[in-house]
């Protein structure tokens, strides 16, 4: 039986109690969710957007064994190999040796760490949004390694490589997501 959202919810809220990451947990959500439906997948929008709810389940209480307790933590709560494989990839090469192959693996990988960044950028704005946010200006962020210096730029270029896009089209992909989710972002997340 495929995991609901409402318990994908409870399992997340077990082990992460800091707005800050509930709040990425729903965004990376709302972006698989989008991608999902923007690439072709849209029968698949539910389960992207729970691996994308679930995949930094351990990071908070064990950033030392991050996306390797997250597998221990899922199989104990009955959650399917599908998800916990999906949510671990995005820890290839960094933690753990499960390189991501399917496309959602792929684009979890890939903009997980965007997401943070775009958010950050966000947060310079006037608007505190990234409704107004344009492409240039992100970048311009990107290039700026000082600029949110915790989110691995190499990770985020690596991600468009393996998506086999040009970084510009998942910049521009990453933000309009971004953009189209962040009404359900500001209702779903804690403040």
Known sequence: MPMTREQAWDLLTAYNKEPFHLRHAVTVERVMGWYARELGYGEEAGFWSIVG?????DFEQWP???CT????????????ESIIRAAASHGWGL???IKPE???EKVLYACDELTGLI???ALMRPSKSVADMELKSLKKKFKDKRFAA??????IAGGAELLGWELDKLLDMTLRA?????NAIEAEAPA
Do not use: F, P, Y
Request: glycine share 8%; with cysteine.
């Open 178 to 182: 971004m953009q189209a989710e962040e």
């Open 119 to 121: 958010g950050a950028a």
């Open 69 to 80: 307790k997250s597998q221990e933590l899922m199989r104990q709560a009955g959650v399917e």
């Open 102 to 104: 399917h496309e959602m």
């Open 53 to 57: 709810l679930l995949h930094d389940l």
């Open 95 to 97: 933690r753990v040796d």
């Open 64 to 66: 030392e064994e991050h």
């Open 150 to 155: 915790g989110c691995s730029r190499e990770v």
